[in-house]
């Protein structure tokens, strides 16, 4: 029954390594698009701090056509229409644009940050509860972050979002709509039949799963 | 200050698909300032957001980077941030609330020494207050319509299940009636967040109920 849902939103999946491939052939420029030996990934920090440090309109082009379109995707399924969702993603990299010397490369990888913007967004848009942050730490983000520690953040985005691909479908449909915000626990429970109590055990051993394959990955390092 | 009781993976899930009313938003933002490991914690919810969102796309508009980059032409540099604040009992997103730190909280006498301060939040299912407990006093006994959150801030409290003490979190639900006493010592300051109303279980409190919005 609750399969029922999941076909209801078309999830236009791209495998973000090809991609990362296409960007890289979009933006030759003097082999600063570094790129990680062994992922074949594309250093999205960098180009931040490239936009962050000359205004680097083509590092921010690469930055737009991977992320913009994903918020997007992420405002739509959150219920915005398709123009609002338009609307929001341009303001949302407008905010990168804005904010790029507040982002922390040591703590977060640009997904996740954009996340947090997009997130931050949607509230505004959709009329969502206002969300204090918590206090600032006391250290800001590093003018030189750490490239270990750089290059861990976002390889942690990228085992998480392998580890949530491998989860089963059930689980997985779950945590995304949890993130997707658009329905409370107890409207899913409503629209899908299953007990509250299902759907908290599932997402809760969704989590557990999560967390085990990024404890065995981060072994295996 | 070694914080023993925690936020639920269920709660920094919903903070950080903020999904959660704004009176539960401000206690887990609060706790978060005060605890590292739930800070943690509540970064790798971020990151399974960072993760959610590289997972799916669509297409952008004809000329939507022109656009926006047209914007970012258009826009005022951003302000610096501001001077940070601090206080000894109100961590920083709470003294947004109050308006300063805890000299500033406007008690309200609720009997027996106990005060509390009613902390403006925008929605309608939910509320949050501070509450001032005298060192050896109790709260009214109280069983609640819905999730209630319940952080400490000053001195400790202990009630039936455990003691809690600063940054400490009690996460308690409908099923949950008790009897916190504040530790002798110190008064006790807490910031509570409530879903629905309190029900007092003594017939004099829940007639009082109304008039002091609890």
């Known amino acids: 029954m609750f399969d029922a849902i999941a076909p209801q939103k078309a999830y236009a999946t791209v495998n973000p390594r090809l991609y990362a491939a296409g960007d890289r052939c979009m933006t030759p420029k003097k082999g600063n698009l570094r790129l990680t030996a062994d992922a074949e990934q594309i250093d999205w920090s960098a180009l931040v701090f490239r936009v962050r440090d000359d205004q680097d309109k083509v590092a921010f082009a690469a930055l737009f056509r991977h992320f913009a379109p994903r918020v997007k995707a992420f405002l739509m399924k959150s219920g915005a229409s398709e123009a609002l969702a338009e609307e929001c993603a341009q303001d949302v990299m407008a905010t990168l644009w804005q904010k790029a010397r507040l982002f922390d490369a040591e703590r977060a990888s640009v997904a996740t940050w954009v996340f947090t913007i997009a997130r931050n967004r949607r509230i505004d848009a959709l009329r969502k509860s206002r969300r204090p942050e918590p206090e600032e730490l006391p250290w800001g983000p590093e003018p030189e972050p750490d490239q270990a520690e750089v290059l861990e953040a976002q390889q942690e985005t990228e085992r998480l979002g392998t580890a949530l691909a491998q989860l089963p479908l059930k689980q997985r449909v779950l945590i995304e709509r949890a993130y997707f915000g658009d329905l409370s626990h107890s409207e899913i429970a409503a629209e899908t039949g299953l007990p509250l109590g299902t759907i908290k055990s599932r997402i809760r051993l969704a989590l557990e799963r999560l967390r085990h394959q990024m404890d065995v990955k981060a072994t295996d390092k | ?214």
Not at chain 2, 62 to 76: F, K, V
Not at chain 2, 135 to 156: F, K, R, Y
């Open chain 2, 1 to 214: 200050m070694k914080i023993k009781h925690h936020m639920s993976d269920e709660l920094l899930m919903a903070y950080a698909a903020a999904e959660l009313p704004e009176a539960f938003n401000l206690v887990i933002a609060a706790h978060l300032s005060m605890c590292d490991e739930c800070r943690a914690r509540s970064m790798a919810f971020d990151a399974l957001g960072g993760a959610v969102i590289e997972d799916s796309t669509c297409d952008m508009s004809a000329g939507s980077l022109e656009t926006c980059l047209a914007r970012i032409g258009a826009m005022s540099q951003t302000d610096a941030p501001l001077a940070r604040r601090q206080d000894s009992v109100l961590p920083a997103p709470l003294m947004d609330y109050v308006g300063g730190g805890v000299d500033s909280v406007k008690w309200r006498p609720l009997g027996m020494g106990v005060r509390q301060a009613i902390l403006r939040t925008g929605d309608k299912g939910a509320s949050a207050r501070l509450l001032y407990i005298p060192a050896g006093a109790s709260m009214p006994d109280h069983g609640h319509n819905g999730l209630e959150l319940t952080l400490v801030l000053q001195g400790a409290f202990r009630d039936e299940a455990d003691r809690f003490a600063r940054g400490d979190v009690e996460i308690a639900d409908a099923s949950v009636e008790h009897t916190p006493v504040a530790e002798a010592g110190e008064a006790c300051i807490c910031l509570v967040a409530t879903q629905g109303s309190l029900k007092f279980t003594a017939l004099l409190p829940r007639l009082a109920q109304p008039f002091f919005r609890i």
